[in-house]
């Protein structure tokens, strides 16, 4: 199941108000592209909920956010996708919502990838855990804030996906499987909530320095890659307003 292809407008360069008074939950948020997120939604002026496994590193996002200019103070809520049960991500929505009092949108930065591996020697530990960080507890996680998403006149979910035709070849395995399955999911959540104020977005970025990346790519040169700035510029653009029209598309900056 594909969807239609978006790209960014001809003139988009990054308000910087833009997702002022917004309450945005990152995932993954002290890996590359969610640090990146987290940075541009603060300078934006959205208050950001940065989730992740360690405390120490979400700290230091935490830290760099407290830098930026008039950005809202950052809020650090530990968070393992792979460990984390329904009643838990129920939970979280509930103190979500009686401590920040709404939440505007979700970017689900975080990913596992363990390498390529040909499936014939893929551990089954390994497949089954990446296809629960990677699709299950995204889904998980909208599931349960569905009510405060909703409950605003305009929010937003954005899930993170990977090259669709690189994914479907050989030895991309559980990871190349669950960015696939991300797509469908992002798509029947769109047919879903269309009549809404929930709008659905996907985003495929260009190649990025990440650590994810090093992990597949470990030969080239990284200085020729861009960082993930510019993806996240875009996550900015597709949690405002602004992107009503991207609604239920995949945002691509491959060719921006």
Known sequence: MSLPVA??????????????????????AAGG?????????????ATVLLAGRKRRALEAVYDEVATLPCAPEAVIQPLDLLGATPAEYESLAELVGSVLGRLDGIVHAAARFDGLTPLAMQQPKDWVESLHVNVTAPFLLTQAMLPLLQAR???????????PERMARAHWGA??????????????????????SLRVHALLPAPMRT?????????????????????ADAVVHLLSPRAMDARGCMLDLRAQ
């Open 7 to 28: 790209r960014l407008p001809a003139d988009f360069a990054p308000a910087a108000d833009a997702l002022a008074e917004r309450v945005v939950l990152i995932t993954g």
């Open 33 to 45: 592209l969610g640090r990146a997120c987290a940075l541009a939604c603060a300078r934006a002026g």
């Open 153 to 163: 006149a305009d929010s937003a979910v954005v899930f993170v996906l990977d090259d």
């Open 175 to 196: 990871y190349g499987t669950s960015k696939s399955a991300l797509q469908n999911l992002a798509s029947i959540l769109h047919q879903e909530t269309e009549g809404s």
């Open 211 to 231: 650590a994810l990346r090093r992990t597949a790519w470990f030969g080239e040169d990284a200085g020729a890659i861009a960082t993930p700035e510019s993806a």
